[in-house]
Structure formats: structure tokens, C-alpha cells
């Protein structure tokens, strides 16, 4: 693990906070300082300009918070979030964020994040396309590809139709279909997302997977015949 190095940047309004975590980046062997910025507006701006594999982000802060920056971001790195309060704890769990930091920062509580960070790198590096990770119940769950019959949007959540259970995901349907690779997943529907694998048979309002008829919308069954060819043809 000692050859990884994640690349870092260092989001917060305070120049003493950043300069404390810019030390504590600096100072270990897997990681690797890039920049810090005094509010998001500036690291949007920036942050494109590099590959960023961790970012350590302030909640509290002028002109766009530490959530709402999260929520702009196209191709999500890392986060561990930093707060002086304990009270965004929940919220952060809700962003599926890596880890979450009182101020002042210790030592080893800084140590075990980076822990998380570097191990959540390898398993992504290892199994990026067979295996996506969600946050459930306030709790980080490796999903396999292959195990999901289906989705459903259920308002604020989603339900993910698995071999063996069904997990309950607060999510909407559009991020997470941008999670799913395009070839192996299909929306068929404002509330279903089907795993092309398991498709058994279709017509043109509804789509049978592992027996189970899900609707499809009339403008989407060009779509799926489509998907479906090329999925054969792979």
C-alpha cells in the first residue's frame, strides 16, 4: 500500500485550518498535496485543471457550503469532510462521504481516514466494473452488478432488487443510473432501471425480468431492443 499515493486538495475558508491539513497531507507517505482554496466557487474553477483523488472539504463556508459543492460535482473523488460541529454527522453519512473529521485534527484520527481512503482506492481499482458501493443505513455496502434484478424509485429513495435482498438508497433515480455502466443497465421507466442480463422477455408495455413484469415506456422500447443487441453482441 506504501506505493499508492492519493492526491489531495484542501477545501476550507479558514487559511489556519488549511495550512494544519495541507502539514498533515504533507507529512504522509500516500498522499500527495495538490492545492488548497478559500471557498468552492475557486476550487470548481481549479480542480478540473488536475486528477483529484481525495478532497478534504469544510462545510461551513461563504458562497456555496461543503454539501452544495458536493452536489455540483460531476466525477466525485474522495471526501472526508471537516467541521468543528458534530451536528452535519448524519448528513454526511446521506453524501456517502469517506469519512468525517472533527476540528482540531489529530494525529491518529487523521491516520484513520487516510486508512479508509487508500482501501476504498484499491477495492474501486480492483473491481471497477463489477461493483459499485452504496451507502445504506449509514453504512458503506458493496454492491455486485451482477446481483441487481432491478431499481425502483420510491420518491426521496430508491430500492435496489438484488438475488438476495432489496436495499433501501437515498438517491434518485437519475444519480443513480449514472453509477451503472451503460451497457449493462437500462431505464425503462421514470421509476425502474433494469439489468439487461436478466431480461427474459418484453413487449411493448412491459418488460419481464426474473418473472417480474416492470413498465416500460412506449418511447423506450426502441431503446431496450437496441440494448439488448448489443448486449448479445458482447
Known sequence: MNSVKLTCVVIDDSKTQRTAVAKLIKNHINLRFIADYKNAVDAQKHMGENNVDLVFLDIEMPLINGFQFIDSLKNRPQII????????????????????????IGQNRFNTAIKKALQNNIEVEENEDDYIFVNSKLKKVKLPLGDIKWVEGLGDYIKVITEEKNILILSTMKSFAEKLPEDRFLRVH?????????????????????????????????????????????
Not at 469532510?81 to 482540531?104: G, H, N, R
Not at 426502441?222 to 448486449?231: G, K, P, T, V
Open 190 to 234: 421514470k421509476s425502474y432501471i433494469i439489468n439487461l442480463d436478466k431480461v427474459e422477455k418484453f413487449n411493448g408495455s412491459q418488460v419481464e425480468v426474473c418473472g417480474h413484469s416492470i413498465p416500460l415506456s412506449r418511447h423506450k422500447k426502441l431503446a431496450l431492443e437496441d440494448a439488448l443487441l448489443n448486449s448479445q453482441a458482447h
Open 81 to 104: 469532510l471537516i467541521s468543528a460541529k458534530e451536528q452535519y454527522a448524519m448528513q454526511a453519512f446521506d453524501y456517502d462521504v469517506t469519512d468525517y473529521l472533527l476540528k482540531p
